[in-house]
């Protein structure tokens, strides 16, 4: 069975083949975008999040793998210590760091996105968005999150990883603590940092120290409270 591709929101806004249909429609379009923004921040005030820990990871992380209960690990030791959980909603590595939050007793958040091909809300958030814009949704990860973890991921969590790095760098943000889960998955990518951008001074050393990598999830949420505190 063939599935069906939508054109969605994001797509309707950036790829130069709407550009016509964009400008007939601009004004309705900027006040949808303006209606997002305000759901989210009323959902999120209302909501009553406390401190809350962003967790990233990939959606095509499988159910039975170790990276999965990794995942639940995590939520559930950021829900023990008092954070909310607040991830893109969707399965793999997201789902099972909402499971965690579920199964510690804290709010556990889901900040949708609309895709091309469905991808759902998982069953273990009790807090749901749903976004037609990705800028919209990573002003909320951002606002509503005092910390990040990421778990082995793709190119949506690279986005989100360094996006949250520049904000900390350019210090357009506090103290805000973000540690990759996963040293064999991140090493190579924080070397590359030490060993190409360091080097030819295109960051300073400090700012590879920005990371934590880690396997200890312990260590993980004690470097999420020490942001909080």
Request: aromatic share 10%.
């Amino acid at each position: 069975m063939t599935i069906k591709r939508r054109i969605t929101a994001d797509e309707r806004l950036l790829d130069v083949a709407h550009r016509e249909e964009w400008k007939q429609k601009a004004a309705w379009r900027v006040m949808k975008i303006q209606a997002e923004f305000v759901e989210g921040f009323d959902t999120l005030e209302a909501a009553e999040l406390g401190n809350a820990v962003g967790v990233y990871g990939s959606a095509r992380t499988g159910v039975d793998g170790d990276e999965y209960k990794l995942g639940i690990e995590l939520g559930r030791k950021l829900g023990e210590a008092g954070f909310s959980v607040i991830t893109g909603g969707g399965p793999g590595a997201m789902e099972a760091a909402n499971r965690g939050a579920a199964d510690a007793g804290v709010k556990s958040v889901g900040l949708g996105i609309e895709l091309p091909f469905e991808q759902g809300i998982n069953p273990y958030v009790d807090i749901q968005l749903d976004f037609h814009y990705f800028f919209v949704r990573k002003v909320m990860f951002l606002k509503y999150s005092c910390g990040f973890c990421a778990l082995p991921g793709g190119y949506g969590t690279m986005d989100e990883l360094f996006e949250s790095l520049t904000l900390v760098q350019t210090e357009k943000v506090g103290k805000f603590p973000i540690a990759l889960i996963g040293v064999d998955y991140w090493g190579g990518l924080v070397e590359w940092l030490r060993s190409a951008m360091v080097r030819e001074g295109k960051i300073s050393p400090d700012d590879v120290n920005l990371l934590l990598v880690t396997d200890d999830l312990d260590e993980a949420v004690e470097h999420m409270k020490r942001g909080r505190e």
